[in-house]
């Protein structure tokens, strides 16, 4: 399902994928809400802080402030269930 919501139309979980490891700039394979606002960004997001809010709402298990590996998959699944904003 496509993600809707940024401005250069649906993304597919690849290119999903790609942003968010693209966004790990410290290379140490968590995201931090910094790191995931700035995946948002670059996917085009009309509202970055409110998706990163969200998404760290409910992919973040463990409450530690970061998206670690074992968090990614829900991350992403979570950004593909969006069909609207």
Known sequence: M?????KGGP???KTVKAKLEK???NG???LSVKELKKAFKDMGSNWPGV???HCMRNSDADGDGE???SEMNKLVAYIMNWSGA
């Open 2 to 6: 496509p993600v809707y919501g940024t």
């Open 11 to 13: 993304l597919n979980e």
């Open 23 to 25: 966004a790990d700039t």
């Open 28 to 30: 140490d394979g968590n």
């Open 51 to 53: 998706r990163t809010w």
């Open 67 to 69: 998206i670690s590996a």
